[in-house]
């Protein structure tokens, strides 16, 4: 589903090389894969390529089974609205909007009528657990819910495949388990792939594949 050949995005500073080097992986559909490994190892940059948010040096990411980073960035803008989701640490729910027009907002922006935006986004706040939060604001809601209400507008959509960076990062241990036992459901369910970087060891522990990553560079795997 996901495909990352031969990955290279350097960065220079200082004389010093920084970056992904070479990463090669393959992720299929409705996988849980998780980049693991330390703080500067190279997940956030992976994930920004992957996302095409950023384009590489060298290599190429095939997404479905298409070369896409290479691709201008109108058409590679309308692939991150129309099969992408993304879900970050913190503070990426609009703070003036309720959780409902959160959600509804990717879709409105797809074109979606009002309505139909409105029962999709209400469906995926129901399935994550909010159906009753979905008038409260960002700062109405714990940081679990939050989160939560995150991978709602990432999934409203119906995406190929949802990036998340650090998605635990500012829950405590007993939100992030749960958050990450969400994911792999909806993986399973959905057949929606997942690509989540972190060093949490809650969430590799529920990672159906962990991608190694040191110095840029993937660690081979046993
Ligand atoms: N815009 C940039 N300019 C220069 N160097 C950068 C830039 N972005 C990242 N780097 C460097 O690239 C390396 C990888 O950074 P990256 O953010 O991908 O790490 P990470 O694994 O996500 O770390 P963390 O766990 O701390 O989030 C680091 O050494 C970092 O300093
Ligand atoms: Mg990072």
Sequence with gaps: MLELRNLTRAYE????????FGVSLDIP??????????????????????????????GEVILDGEAVSGLPEKARCDLRLKRLGFVFQAFNLVPVLSALENVMLPLQLQGVTEEDA???AEAALARVGLAD???????????????????????APDPLLVLADEPTASLDHAHGGP?????AELASERGVTFVVASHDPSVIARAHR????ADGRLVPQD
């Design 13 to 20: 500073l200082g004389g010093e090389r920084a970056g992904v």
């Design 210 to 213: 962990v991608f190694r990553l």
């Design 179 to 183: 958050l990450m036992d969400l994911m």
């Design 29 to 58: 559909k409705g996988c849980l894969a998780v980049l693991a490994g330390p703080s500067g190892s190279g997940k956030t940059t992976l994930l920004q390529l992957a996302g095409l948010l950023d384009t590489p040096d060298e």
């Design 118 to 120: 409105r029962g999709r």
């Design 133 to 155: 939060r979905r008038h409260h604001r960002p700062g109405q809601l714990s940081g679990g819910q939050q989160q939560r209400a995150a991978i709602a507008r990432a999934l």
